[in-house]
């Protein structure tokens, strides 16, 4: 590694009393602070009582590209760049992540301040399963795009989350009741840690109608993943006569289809054996 260090630090996502200590330590030391809305990073400041001793920049999705090459430089010459966002952390649906790459490729080191996440906050409170889980952002705008995307997703097992515009809200819910089916249940997090903060839970369907009055605020919706089809043991047994057909052995097929499936071995033997077959299966 050489040159100097970017950090990336994330942001209190309401409640300003979520930032990390670390992340006024780093704002009052860094040489340089590139902050998304260098006006939010004021009010933040004032209210994390400390000042930038170093230069602010503003580094958005608009300027991104342009900015780049003088942040890398000044890491390369040795400085620190902290990089902050409105909220949350720097990359995940915000400017940073080709700044990242740019460093990376240069060899300069690039670390981080942990802190507030409106995914894992939503997640964790949505009531939906948290073992597994996908971040897919925000959606495409245009309906059609939109649907596209959606359908993509349609057999994601894993719980899903989505940040989404107040105002385009309905619009996206009722798209997913079409793609994904009324009766998938969801959450809708409006106002994370904020006064006003609400969490609606429901079928798409509920929350697609309780949208009907308009919706406010920051709000990342969470839906649940597609449910495993039911297993069927005549539903198996065509596939584990033609692996039989192919050479393997129905003992072992059966086992694995079992442990896959959760049927019964047993039963799964016993059914393709009791049919009428063209060759003798290998047992």
């Given at each position: 590694?050489?040159?100097g260090?970017?950090?990336?630090a994330?942001?209190?996502?309401?409640?300003?009393r979520?930032?990390?200590?670390?992340?006024?330590?780093?704002?009052?030391?860094?040489?340089?602070?590139?902050?998304e809305?260098?006006?939010?990073?004021?009010?933040?400041?004032r209210?994390l009582?400390?000042?930038?001793?170093?230069?602010v920049?503003?580094?958005?999705?608009?300027?991104?590209?342009?900015?780049?090459?003088?942040?890398?430089?000044?890491?390369?010459?040795?400085?620190?760049v902290?990089?902050?966002?409105?909220?949350?952390?720097?990359?995940?649906?915000d400017?940073?992540?080709?700044?990242?790459?740019?460093?990376?490729?240069v060899?300069?080191?690039?670390?981080?301040v942990?802190?507030?996440?409106?995914?894992?906050?939503?997640?964790a409170?949505?009531?939906?399963p948290?073992?597994?889980?996908?971040?897919?952002g925000f959606?495409?705008?245009r309906?059609?795009?939109?649907?596209?995307?959606?359908?993509?997703?349609?057999?994601?097992?894993?719980?899903?989350?989505?940040?989404?515009?107040?105002?385009?809200?309905?619009?996206?819910?009722e798209?997913m009741?079409?793609?994904?089916g009324?009766d998938?249940?969801?959450a809708?997090?409006r106002?994370l840690?904020?006064?006003?903060?609400e969490?609606?839970r429901?079928t798409?369907?509920?929350?697609?109608?309780?949208?009907?009055?308009?919706?406010r605020?920051?709000?990342?919706?969470?839906?649940?993943?597609?449910?495993a089809p039911?297993?069927?043991?005549?539903?198996?047994?065509?596939?584990?006569?033609?692996?039989?057909a192919?050479?393997?052995?129905?003992?072992?097929v059966?086992?694995e289809?079992a442990?896959?499936t959760g049927l019964?071995?047993?039963a799964?033997?016993?059914?393709?054996?009791?049919?009428?077959?063209?060759?003798?299966e290998?047992?």
């Open positions: 590694m050489s040159g260090v970017l950090v990336l994330a942001t209190p996502i309401g409640d300003s979520d930032a990390a200590p670390r992340l006024a330590d780093e704002l009052r030391t860094a040489d340089v602070v590139a902050a809305d260098t006006r939010r990073l004021r009010r933040l400041c209210d009582d400390v000042t930038p001793s170093g230069r920049l503003s580094f958005h999705e608009h300027n991104e590209a342009e900015r780049i090459p003088e942040l890398v430089e000044r890491l390369r010459a040795g400085d620190r902290l990089v902050v966002t409105d909220a949350g952390m720097p990359s995940v649906s400017p940073g992540y080709r700044l990242v790459r740019a460093a990376v490729a060899d300069i080191r690039v670390t981080g942990p802190g507030p996440s409106a995914v894992l906050l939503a997640l409170v949505s009531g939906l948290v073992d597994r889980f996908c971040f897919e959606l495409p705008r309906s059609g795009e939109r649907s596209g995307a959606l359908g993509a997703l349609v057999g994601e097992p894993r719980t899903m989350v989505f940040f989404e515009a107040p105002h385009r809200l309905a619009r996206t819910l798209s009741v079409q793609v994904f009324a998938r249940q969801g809708v997090c106002e840690t904020k006064t006003y903060e969490v609606r429901g798409l369907h509920e929350l697609l109608d309780w949208t009907s009055d308009g919706v605020g920051e709000v990342t919706l969470v839906v649940g993943g597609a449910s039911a297993a069927d043991v005549d539903g198996e047994v065509a596939g584990i006569r033609e692996r039989v192919a050479g393997e052995r129905l003992k072992d059966t086992a289809v442990a896959a019964s071995r047993k799964l033997y016993d059914a393709v054996v009791s049919r009428p077959r063209s060759r003798p290998r047992t």
